[in-house]
């Protein structure tokens, strides 16, 4: 199957939205794909602030974007945009470091007034990169993201699942519908 990029744009160790994104890699897996993650904030700070393009962490960030297949975003959002952290790494990945892929962005907030964030602010921005198609993404409000008391995953509330489900076989499907690079129809 496809190899998916799955990235976390959240500076938080104890984030939400990497644990959500942790959680639907396993569903990803199960259905055969092969699922990289990467949180951002894991890669060097200095190298990220100063934009140090050739940076060892940088070069092999921008490598696994491009064997991917697919990217799975995720992003907390904070004052209506996607996180600083997310846009400090996409501002050093080659302008069209996306071309030939499938995405799926995909965000947390506290609160519905931040669902258009993937829409407005996200969306655009990765549109900019080349993919081959962008998949509808999905907003999951923190509360309906509940860390379990042993800290051993995530449990999240019925109907949401239900939704991320679907955005995510969707994604699945579009991954087995691209057509390979040079492919000709």
Request: no cysteine; glycine share 8%.
């Amino acid at each position: 199957m496809a190899t998916v990029l799955s990235v976390s744009g959240s500076p938080s160790p104890t984030s939400r939205t990497a644990r959500l994104l942790r959680d639907l890699d396993a569903r990803l897996t199960a259905q055969g794909h092969e699922v990289v993650p990467l949180d951002v904030r894991t890669l060097p700070p200095e190298a990220l602030l100063h934009a140090d393009f050739g940076h060892p962490a940088i070069v092999a960030a921008t490598e696994l974007f491009d064997r991917a297949d697919g990217v799975v975003i995720g992003t907390p959002v904070y004052k209506a945009a996607y996180s600083g952290l997310l846009k400090s790494l996409l501002d050093l990945l080659p302008q069209y470091a996306l071309t030939g892929k499938t995405v799926l962005p995909l965000a947390t907030g506290g609160t519905t007034a931040h669902v258009l964030a993937i829409d407005y602010a996200l969306r655009p921005v990765l549109a900019s990169m080349g993919p081959a198609h962008i998949t509808p993404g999905w907003f999951v409000l923190d509360k309906h993201i509940e860390v379990r008391h042993d800290n051993s995953g995530i449990v999240v509330e019925p109907r949401t699942r239900e939704a991320l489900e679907q955005v995510v076989d969707q994604f699945s499907a579009a991954l087995g519908d691209r057509e390979p690079l040079g492919a000709v129809a």
